[in-house]
């Protein structure tokens, strides 16, 4: 079993910038895909982005692509979520999660262990 902290959350102006970060221990993280996904008030938790064991392969919800961008380490275990130019719609708690599969996945289902979830706030 893989422990997921995320951390990086803040409050920040529209089109601002924040990077978040996810740090992986108890388990072989190069082995696992990460996923970031995010919770609004009232929504449903929704897939923000993915990436692949190696980090040679990611997947964006067509919400993000092209401000977000997905980077792992994987000697530090860590996974990271550039965010740029934030909107309001941004706002929510983003979530890291791991699946011990290959290929990014935007499938909530599919991605058995979660972090605590870190809060993002972009203000208008």
């Known amino acids: 079993q893989v422990q997921l902290v995320e951390s990086g959350g803040g409050l920040v102006q529209t089109g601002g910038s924040l990077r978040l970060s996810c740090t992986a221990s108890g388990s072989t993280f190069s082995s696992y895909t990460m996923g970031w996904f995010r919770q609004a008030p009232g929504k449903e938790r929704e897939f923000v982005g993915a990436i692949s064991w190696s980090g040679g392969r990611t997947s964006y919800s067509d919400s993000v692509k092209g401000r977000f961008t997905i980077s792992r380490d994987n000697a530090k275990n860590s996974v990271y979520l550039q965010m740029n130019n934030l909107k309001p719609e941004d706002t929510g708690v983003y979530y890291c999660?791991?699946?011990?599969?290959?290929?990014?996945?935007?499938?909530?289902?599919?991605?058995?262990?979660w972090g605590q979830g870190t809060q993002v706030t972009a203000s208008s």
């Open positions: 999660a791991a699946r011990s599969a290959a290929g990014p996945s935007g499938y909530r289902s599919e991605y058995r262990n």
